[in-house]
């Protein structure tokens, strides 16, 4: 008699437990699911919900491919947004998610189109770093804008240094880095509040100011305490202005007996140095663009 019990709940156990393991257990096969957010789903599913490798697409020009985690977008995955008739007509971003948002290692490339009769992109742009729920905070940031002066920008930041310069004509990135090339050079350690700005300007002038910098409250960087030097080169004068608590407490005017360009050039031929360790990681950043 007891054998025959245990036999039944052995068979009962076995009953049950493939009966549960069919409903709530990941499938083998990929399977196709309507999300609630208007997303369609092809690919692993748990628990009614993607699970496992998978693709969603919203619409015709939103797709995610990559892993999911009960329902949400998390571990590895690659999102592409392509809409014509948008401003930002390419958005791609590959890298780690967590909790349905880029967080984690990751590449983003947006391109953008100030007119829709544009042949090619007037501004793209490309981040390579760390995200925090959909937002990058430090990393590598190169900028190629067709419609200014600058035509590019490359920046790096993390809680303890940024380091940015800028080009004028994309050409000049393929040769060693001049000085007279160079329309943006800054270099900031926050950890030691200190650090140089130097900037020729759409207005034709050149500003460099150097001293104690702290991170804005969004997220950029001032010059808190220090000094702001303003020069024209074609008046040989430079307009100097102190600052204290990120204000500008006192202003003179001096006479230069140096050419302004030369000067701003010997400035800028003793800090180079300083972008080494990051032009590599520029380079192949701009080239994914």
């Known amino acids: 008699m007891k054998r025959f019990i245990a036999i039944v709940l052995l068979v ?11 409903v709530y257990a990941a499938t083998t096969q990929d399977v196709s699911l309507t999300l609630s957010n208007g997303g369609v789903y092809y690919g692993e599913v748990q628990y009614g919900k993607p699970h496992g490798k998978g693709t969603a697409t919203w619409g015709k020009y939103k797709t995610y491919t990559g892993e999911w985690k009960y329902g949400k977008r998390s571990g590895k995955g690659e999102l592409i947004t392509s809409d014509p008739q948008t401003e930002t007509p390419q958005v791609i971003y590959e890298g780690t998610w967590a909790n349905d ?54 920046r790096y930041m993390n809680d303890n240094v940024m380091v940015a310069f800028g080009l004028a004509d994309s050409n000049d990135l393929n040769v060693p880095l001049k000085a007279e090339n160079m ?19 759409e207005e034709q002038k050149n500003v460099y100011q150097y ?21 024209d080169p074609y008046n040989d004068k430079i307009s100097i202005g102190s600052v204290k608590k990120a204000k500008i407490i006192s202003f003179k005017v001096v006479n230069t007996s140096e050419e302004l360009p030369k000067y701003r050039e010997r400035i800028i031929k003793k800090k180079l140095y300083l972008l080494d360790p990051y032009m590599s990681n520029f380079k192949k950043l701009y080239n994914q663009l």
């Open 101 to 154: 948002k880029q967080n984690g290692q990751g590449t983003l490339r947006e391109y953008f189109k100030f007119s829709k009769y544009s042949e090619e992109y007037d501004r793209a742009t490309a981040h390579r770093g760390t995200f925090k729920d959909g937002q990058p905070v430090s990393g590598y940031t190169v900028i190629r804008d067709l419609s200014l002066d600058t035509e590019l920008v490359f």
């Open 211 to 231: 001293g104690t910098y702290k991170k804005g409250p969004n997220g950029g960087t001032r010059l808190f305490n220090g000094t702001m030097e303003l020069f």
């Open 183 to 201: 329309s943006l050079f800054a270099s900031v350690n926050f950890k030691k509040e200190s650090g140089f700005l130097m900037q020729y300007t």
């Open 12 to 22: 009962l156990g076995l009953f049950i437990g493939s009966n549960v393991g069919g």
